[in-house]
């Protein structure tokens, strides 16, 4: 049967392995992670909300019943499309008959990659544990200072990027700090911590209308966040956001302003765009190709807008399936089918019983956008433990006001 490599895990390959169940083809996921991870519920991960195991399942599991799939942990170096080789970095090669590549992206700091080090990004677990562990460590430095500007500084949060990501995390930190923690502490207040909301642009939540726009800002600021827009970061420094004019003392900063592709599209030889993403077909082929289709995040396509599409979960997710699709009409001797994007709307929840919900033929603010938010996530979660054990701990949170897990991992406990 002809082979099928499918290079990442994620929304995109996990989806098009799906589709591709009933078609005599043997598939192989090759991913440098063994599990599956449900990114959009990162944040809360990050914001001690919920367990790694609660957002992630391993790939074989998922799979398990998929007998002509097979799942391969390994990083992947480079493409030779026109040998048909997958080059992994330990020396292996994988020869396939069709490829699709479903890598990702990274993220993404406009040239200053240095500023990782200090604004880390959310994007993996081991990401959210990172993010979790510094907040967390800010607010028990903050109990043993004495010196109020250098606890003020502590207890400042600086979250840069008002997409989704960003306004998510500022919400949630924003209830941490004046809800979970309350009465924790002995020598300072939590609620007194400063949570700051950056955006380059003239407003959050840049794809949604502006009646939610407006929304998401005015319960941001309920919640006490203080949102700057049209302010460009021109330097990140170890306790420093720096803009044009402005200068924010902030020991936790946080980036969710951008993203980078992975690196992989550029091995294959053909064109792509400024945060090197793959010119594709509308096929989702790439030029050239006609056997090796390019995914999710990776992907550079224009919807019906003109615009490129969204890094989003549907995006991919629709993208895997219709490669898989192609896929089998290949095989049949068909022709390729371009590929149509189904947007079905855009969420983003700011904080308890509050988001913001645009499903196009309707939106919703506050409670029931909440609601809506909560439900589409948890139908969407993969497992069923994970669905249950996610719903109780949003249960005991709505009802407790508490955050589940408040642990400080890692190597070093006492310091950022």
Do not use: C
């Amino acid at each position: 049967m002809p082979r099928v490599i499918i290079i990442g895990g994620g929304f995109g390959g996990l989806y098009a392995a799906r589709a591709l169940r009933r078609v005599p083809v043997d598939v192989t996921i090759v991913d440098r992670r063994n599990h599956h991870v449900f990114q959009p519920l990162l944040y809360q991960v990050a914001m001690a909300a919920l367990s790694p195991g609660d957002i992630a399942s391993p790939i074989r599991w998922i799979l398990r019943r998929d007998r002509h799939v097979e799942v391969l942990l390994g990083e992947v170096d480079r493409i030779d499309a026109a040998a048909r080789l997958v080059h992994l970095t330990d020396g292996a090669q994988l020869s396939y008959d069709f490829l699709i590549v479903a890598a990702g992206a990274t993220h993404a700091y406009f040239g200053h990659d240095e500023w990782h080090r200090f604004a880390p990004g959310l994007k993996t677990l081991e990401d959210a544990l990172d993010i979790r562990r510094r907040v967390l460590l800010a607010f028990e430095r903050a109990e043993r200072e004495t010196d109020p500007e250098k606890r003020r500084a502590l207890l400042t949060f600086a979250i840069v990027g008002g997409g989704p990501t960003g306004v998510e995390l500022a919400g949630a930190l924003a209830e941490i700090a004046k809800q979970s923690l309350a009465r924790n502490f002995r020598h300072f207040d939590p609620g007194s911590a400063k949570i700051v909301l950056i955006e380059g642009g003239p407003s959050l939540l840049a794809t949604f209308p502006e009646k939610l726009r407006r929304a998401a800002r005015h319960d941001l600021e309920r919640l006490g966040v203080q949102v700057r827009t049209d302010t460009v970061v021109t330097e990140v420094v170890p306790g420093s956001v720096q803009a044009r004019d402005w200068q924010l003392r902030a020991e936790t900063i946080l980036w969710a302003a951008g993203v980078a592709a992975s690196p992989l599209g550029r091995t294959l030889g053909v064109p792509v765009d400024r945060a090197g993403r793959v010119l594709v077909n509308p096929d989702l082929t790439i030029p050239g190709q006609s056997n090796v289709f390019v995914i999710g995040d990776l992907a550079s396509l224009n919807g019906e807008d003109g615009k490129p599409l969204p890094g989003v979960a549907q995006v991919a997710i629709q993208m895997g399936t219709h490669a898989a699709h192609n896929i089998s009409r290949a095989i049949e001797g068909q022709p390729l089918r371009p590929f149509q994007y189904h947007d079905y709307g855009n969420m983003a929840t700011i904080g308890r019983a509050s988001a913001v919900a645009d499903l196009h033929w309707a939106q919703f603010t506050g409670a029931i956008g909440w609601l809506a938010w909560l439900f589409i996530h948890l139908i969407n979660l993969i497992g069923f433990r994970n669905r249950l054990v996610v719903l109780v701990h949003w249960t005991w949170a709505y009802f407790t006001y508490q955050r589940a897990i408040r642990l400080i991992t890692g190597e070093n406990t006492t310091a950022p």
